[in-house]
């Protein structure tokens, strides 16, 4: 099995490379994460945060497959200009169950904890809590404040109980720090902390990386002077699940104890990864273009009841080895809510003359004036490696509330969750008392399950399935076929067992 240096990038691969590690191995772009989860109105979703001396940035993420870790891209959007030379010292830790993302009780932080609400806590001695430190064992004798003994300074809200970012194992560097220093012109760009001299850390699948980046007070100017400010290049990150952005010396809002304390930011930012990978990795999602058609973009508001196309490019490749091609790319959508049911349809794939080869493409359905569309695409290979892209979102007409007409008829309104393990629910609406028949079948055609056969009054509607056979035997992992009849109508729907 060959062993390939990739470059895993959270958002977007910008084109240079400024750092020791460029060499001249060849690379393959590949999208690492699986928890961003964008709802910007537009597709360009970029900001910069702001990075002060002392501040401590953690970013969080998910191996996206068997990999060797061996250095980290820093996307500096502008150097401080107050004249001083400051470096950034570049860490990776390990944080397991005992560090972020999960609280102190282990289990995960929730949806809400984040932006104004998500101030944690901080280490400090037993005697002295106005002097912090990023964990509790940055020090000896140090105890956690969680905030939980008094209400929260931002939107009044009280403090995240039982947070506790502890940064978990160490693993790079294994020696003195790596540290991305400011260059003598104040250049802009992707500067990368090489641990090559410090050999790798190895990560499986799914597993959390945690890169932490220290702007050091040494060499540093005043951190009250906002010419010291870096910004880093980073994209907005609100509703993400685990908020995977922290930040230490918060300055948004001010803690219990003046600027102390982790913050969960609504931001991710982008970093580069080159690293060695060892196991099948994802497919690769690139959204070519959305609009009212294949030439037309989105307007600042979607026309009631227009359907709105999107195109992808979708591709498998297996750097280290393994069976390549696409299984199935779906096309996702949720109405007005990120907990509201998920319609999902199977994209298709048709040959693009503009830029000469292939694309996935399907139609998000239109609706009502006042809906907003959250859509996202998901790709599973032959070996089902599964991944997804952010989610984005769009306005249909105004946010008018004033009721309108709504189409009627038989509709299919997906199945949730999707993929799913151990069982899901599909969702239609029929437009009159009728018999029904709903089977799912293989992808081979055949029937593995009459999930109902009788009838059923207007309205909406859902049926269980537990991913078992008639017989009541468990299915594998895959894709399968549900089929509703109805009066001589028939709807399918695509969905994807995960064991």
């Given at each position: 099995?060959?062993?390939?240096?990739?470059?895993?990038?959270?958002?977007?691969?910008?084109?240079?490379?400024?750092?020791?590690?460029?060499?001249?191995?060849?690379?393959?772009?590949?999208?690492?994460?699986?928890?961003?989860?964008?709802?910007?109105?537009?597709?360009?979703?970029?900001?910069?945060?702001?990075?002060?001396?002392?501040?401590?940035?953690?970013?969080?993420?998910?191996?996206?497959?068997?990999?060797?870790?061996?250095?980290v891209g820093l996307d500096i959007a502008?150097?401080?200009?107050?004249?001083?030379?400051?470096?950034?010292?570049?860490?990776?830790?390990?944080?397991?169950?005992?560090?972020?993302?999960?609280?102190?009780?282990?289990?995960?932080?929730?949806?809400?904890?984040?932006?104004?609400?998500?101030?944690?806590?901080?280490?400090?001695?037993?005697?002295?809590?106005?002097?912090?430190?990023?964990?509790?064992?940055?020090?000896?004798?140090?105890?956690?404040?969680?905030?939980?003994?008094?209400?929260?300074?931002?939107?009044?809200?009280?403090?995240?109980?039982?947070?506790?970012?502890?940064?978990?194992?160490?693993?790079?560097?294994?020696?003195?720090?790596?540290?991305?220093?400011?260059?003598?012109?104040?250049?802009?760009?992707?500067?990368?902390?090489?641990?090559?001299?410090?050999?790798?850390a190895q990560f499986t699948k799914d597993?959390?990386?945690?890169?932490?980046?220290?702007?050091?007070?040494?060499?540093?100017?005043?951190?009250?002077?906002?010419?010291?400010?870096?910004?880093?290049?980073?994209?907005?990150?609100?509703?993400?699940?685990?908020?995977?952005?922290?930040?230490?010396?918060?300055?948004?809002?001010?803690?219990?104890?003046?600027?102390?304390?982790?913050?969960?930011?609504?931001?991710?930012?982008?970093?580069?990864?080159?690293?060695?990978?060892?196991?099948?990795?994802?497919?690769?999602?690139?959204?070519?273009?959305?609009?009212?058609?294949?030439?037309?973009?989105?307007?600042?508001?979607?026309?009631?009841?227009?359907?709105?196309?999107?195109?992808?490019?979708?591709?498998?490749?297996?750097?280290?080895?393994?069976?390549?091609?696409?299984?199935?790319?779906?096309?996702?959508?949720?109405?007005?809510?990120?907990?509201?049911?998920?319609?999902?349809?199977?994209?298709?794939?048709?040959?693009?003359?503009?830029?000469?080869?292939?694309?996935?493409?399907?139609?998000?359905?239109?609706?009502?004036?006042?809906?907003?569309?959250?859509?996202?695409?998901?790709?599973?290979?032959?070996?089902?490696?599964?991944?997804?892209?952010?989610?984005?979102?769009?306005?249909?007409?105004?946010?008018?509330?004033?009721?309108?007409?709504?189409?009627?008829?038989?509709?299919?309104?997906?199945?949730?969750?999707?993929?799913?393990?151990?069982?899901?629910?599909?969702?239609?609406?029929?437009?009159?008392?009728?018999?029904?028949?709903?089977?799912?079948?293989?992808?081979?055609?055949?029937?593995?399950?009459?999930?109902?056969?009788?009838?059923?009054?207007?309205?909406?509607?859902?049926?269980?399935?537990?991913?078992?056979?008639?017989?009541?035997?468990?299915?594998?992992?895959?894709?399968?076929?549900?089929?509703?009849?109805?009066?001589?109508?028939?709807?399918?729907?695509?969905?994807?067992?995960?064991?």
């Amino acid at each position: 099995m060959k062993n390939t240096i990739v470059c895993l990038v959270f958002a977007i691969l910008l084109p240079r490379f400024l750092g020791a590690n460029q060499g001249n191995e060849s690379a393959t772009v590949v999208q690492s994460r699986g928890l961003v989860d964008t709802l910007n109105i537009d597709l360009d979703d970029t900001v910069n945060i702001g990075f002060f001396p002392g501040d401590i940035m953690m970013e969080v993420f998910q191996a996206p497959g068997d990999l060797s870790l061996r250095g980290v891209g820093l996307d500096i959007a502008q150097w401080n200009t107050d004249g001083s030379s400051p470096s950034l010292k570049v860490e990776v830790f390990r944080p397991g169950t005992a560090g972020y993302p999960y609280l102190s009780i282990g289990t995960m932080y929730e949806l809400g904890a984040m932006g104004e609400n998500g101030w944690i806590g901080y280490a400090h001695s037993v005697d002295n809590d106005s002097i912090s430190y990023p964990d509790i064992n940055s020090a000896a004798d140090l105890i956690w404040n969680n905030f939980s003994n008094g209400a929260g300074i931002c939107a009044s809200v009280p403090e995240v109980v039982n947070g506790q970012p502890v940064l978990g194992i160490k693993v790079l560097p294994a020696g003195d720090d790596v540290l991305v220093t400011r260059p003598s012109d104040g250049a802009a760009g992707l500067f990368f902390a090489d641990f090559s001299s410090e050999g790798s850390a190895q990560f499986t699948k799914d597993e959390y990386i945690a890169v932490v980046v220290t702007y050091l007070s040494d060499s540093a100017g005043d951190p009250a002077n906002e010419a010291t400010m870096i910004d880093l290049n980073a994209g907005d990150a609100s509703y993400i699940y685990p908020a995977p952005g922290l930040k230490y010396y918060g300055t948004g809002c001010s803690g219990p104890s003046a600027e102390h304390g982790w913050h969960i930011m609504n931001s991710t930012w982008k970093f580069q990864y080159a690293v060695t990978i060892w196991g099948d990795i994802p497919p690769t999602i690139d959204i070519y273009h959305v609009g009212m058609s294949s030439t037309t973009g989105l307007p600042e508001s979607v026309p009631p009841y227009e359907e709105v196309s999107v195109f992808a490019i979708v591709n498998d490749a297996n750097p280290a080895g393994g069976d390549e091609g696409i299984e199935i790319v779906g096309l996702h959508w949720q109405r007005n809510s990120l907990t509201a049911n998920t319609n999902s349809v199977a994209m298709t794939e048709i040959y693009n003359l503009v830029i000469q080869q292939y694309v996935y493409h399907r139609k998000i359905d239109g609706y009502g004036n006042g809906n907003i569309i959250y859509w996202w695409i998901s790709a599973q290979d032959v070996e089902g490696n599964i991944s997804m892209t952010n989610k984005r979102s769009y306005i249909i007409g105004t946010l008018s509330t004033e009721p309108e007409t709504v189409p009627s008829g038989f509709a299919l309104g997906g199945n949730y969750p999707n993929p799913f393990n151990p069982a899901t629910n599909i969702y239609y609406t029929i437009d009159s008392f009728s018999e029904l028949n709903i089977t799912v079948y293989d992808v081979l055609g055949n029937q593995v399950r009459n999930l109902f056969q009788g009838k059923v009054s207007p309205g909406d509607h859902s049926i269980y399935w537990n991913g078992e056979d008639q017989s009541g035997t468990g299915l594998p992992s895959g894709v399968y076929f549900y089929r509703l009849e109805s009066k001589g109508r028939n709807i399918l729907g695509k969905m994807m067992l995960l064991k």
